[in-house]
């Protein structure tokens, strides 16, 4: 009996040890986020780069590298990162163009600049001509107004990346490797467990005798 279960342990620390590898092979294989990252250092009383300038659809993230705690804090309220200690960090996608000045909540001298660069417009498709003669038969209809204006999408910037990490990117590489660790600790549990039933089945399983 204590044999089987030892063995069934053994099975259950095998399975997950064997996550726990998928897991960091998956992590190696990650070499970066859906959106495109630009990263600014907050030190002690200043941002680095204080402004910076990104292409629309990306992303900023701020780390504090400082001793004490900051924020990235938007003037316009449009992101808040709470309180950041050292080396914590915070994202923030923009989709849209425009400057957005921020701020450290804690320390208002502190003030940075990010400026979103529209991105390239895509050259529509050119609609086939009719015929002429078609074209003398067809009735001109009303003419829709705004049919000559491109559509926009106004998208807000307020959504965060790590977020988050439905739709979103996909689990940061740190996330995988915590995960993996998880598994380990969990399967390295199991296989010591199954290794002390072992020992026990084998002491108290039946000796043989010596002859006479």
Do not use: K
């Amino acid at each position: 009996m204590l044999r089987a279960i030892s063995n069934c342990m053994f099975g259950i620390a095998f399975v997950l040890i064997a996550g726990a590898m998928g897991l960091l092979v998956a992590g190696l294989g990650v070499t970066g986020e859906a959106l495109a990252v630009n990263s600014v250092s907050i030190g002690d009383n200043f941002f680095a780069p204080q402004s910076i300038a990104i292409s629309a659809g990306s992303a900023v993230e701020w780390r504090n590298d400082g001793t004490r705690p900051h924020t990235s804090t938007s003037d316009s309220a449009i992101w808040d990162s709470d309180l950041l200690r050292n080396g914590q960090t915070f994202s923030q996608a923009f989709n849209s163009a425009g400057t957005f000045t921020y701020n450290c909540a804690f320390h208002p001298e502190m003030a940075g600049t990010v400026v979103v660069e529209a991105s390239a417009p895509v050259e529509p498709t050119p609609a086939p001509t009719q015929p002429p003669a078609a074209a003398t038969q067809a009735t001109p209809g009303p003419a829709q107004q705004g049919s000559n204006q491109p559509s926009v999408a106004q998208v807000p910037s307020g959504a965060n990346v790590a977020l988050p990490n439905g739709g979103g990117p996909p689990l940061p590489r740190s996330e995988m490797f915590q995960g993996a660790l998880v598994l380990v600790a969990i399967g390295s549990a199991f296989a010591v467990g199954g290794l002390a039933l072992l020992i026990v089945a084998v002491r108290t399983g039946p000796r043989a005798t010596g002859c006479g």
